[in-house]
């Protein structure tokens, strides 16, 4: 099964109405890299994330465009 695939099964998401976020131990999981990788790819800017207080968080579509490449 696919990485883009995965989106949609992932557990642990925070949903609020049809936002979908996901955090870095979620992208960690769904890109099967460590947590150290995902946090060097958004403080790179290869993936778009929010930092809300101590932890970031990604939106789907973010997720998304990282995976089209």
Do not use: H
Request: glycine content about 8%; hydrophobic content about 35%; cysteine-free.
């Amino acid at each position: 099964m696919s990485n883009t695939n995965n989106i949609d099964n992932l557990g642990k998401q925070l949903e609020k109405g049809n936002l979908v976020v996901y955090t870095v131990a979620d992208l960690s999981k769904l890109l099967n890299t460590t947590p150290q990788t995902v946090r060097r790819y958004i403080n790179e800017g290869k993936i778009k994330g929010r930092k809300v207080g101590r932890q970031w968080l990604v939106d789907e579509e973010a997720v998304k465009e990282f995976l089209r490449g």
